[in-house]
T-cell receptor, first 112, second 112 residues
Framework: KAGVTQTPRYLIKTRGQQVTLSCSPI?????VSWYQQTPGQGLQFLFE???????NKGNFPGRFSGRQFSNSRSEMNVSTLELGDSALYLC???????????FGSGTQLSVL | GESVGLHLPTLSVQEGDNSIINCAYS??????FIWYKQESGKGPQFIID?????DKRQGQRVTVLLNKTVKHLSLQIAATQPGDSAVYFC???????????FGAGTTVTVRA
């Protein structure tokens, strides 16, 4: 069974631009979560989706948004990029969001 | 706010010895606990999980212990191998929260 797939693997953007990251969950998993990982803050929860509905959201500004499609794929968008948005963005999937999240390899975003 | 944390940021272990990684949590509503291993350039990899109605769970070479009285979680790795060198994270979640709160991580280095 294929794991969680995230694209692209690396991204370089400049301040003020926007970016869209993509995530394909494990087949059969309906919950998709997004996390931001930085050396200073560690792993921080962004949001969780199940059946196209956002069920929980972390403490991030409104520039961070996401969505989930009917096939459980998910995208997250960051608008008006800031230098501090440089991070590894991780997507995780699970059957129902209550346990055993499986992570992808992440998208490494660098904002210059 | 409440958070999950690890007692030690680094742990050096002799190959073949047993490793114990500790984690303290403060959210008394936490119902689900999970350990991840993260190698350089990869996303967190699921190791083992446990629910609050249990105090011990064993996997292949790993054991997780949960002490709800003192809000303490530990991961024991038997016969530590070089491939066990990585950063280990504990995480917790209240039931129905659909998000994991991660500790800061412990870097385990296995000495040959």
């Amino acid at each position: 069974k294929a794991g969680v797939t995230q694209t692209p693997r690396y991204l370089i953007k400049t301040r003020g631009q926007q970016v869209t990251l993509s995530c394909s969950p494990i087949s059969g998993h309906r919950s998709v979560s997004w996390y931001q990982q930085t050396p200073g803050q560690g792993l921080q929860f962004l949001f969780e989706y199940f059946s196209e509905t956002q069920r929980n959201k972390g403490n991030f500004p409104g520039r961070f948004s996401g969505r989930q499609f009917s096939n459980s794929r998910s995208e997250m968008n960051v608008s008006t990029l800031e230098l501090g948005d440089s991070a590894l963005y991780l997507c995780a999937s699970s059957l129902d969001g209550n346990e055993k999240l499986f992570f992808g390899s992440g998208t490494q975003l660098s904002v210059l | 706010g409440e958070s999950v944390g690890l007692h030690l940021p680094t742990l050096s272990v002799q190959e073949g010895d047993n490793s114990i990684i500790n984690c303290a949590y403060s959210n008394s509503a936490s119902d689900y606990f999970i350990w991840y291993k993260q190698e350089s350039g990869k996303g967190p990899q699921f190791i083992i999980d446990i629910r609050s109605n249990m105090d011990k769970r064993q996997g292949q070479r790993v054991t997780v212990l949960l002490n709800k009285t003192v809000k303490h979680l530990s991961l024991q790795i038997a016969a530590t191998q070089p491939g066990d060198s990585a950063v280990y994270f504990c995480a917790e979640s209240p039931l129905g929260d659909y998000k994991l709160s991660f500790g800061a991580g412990t870097t385990v280095t296995v000495r040959a």
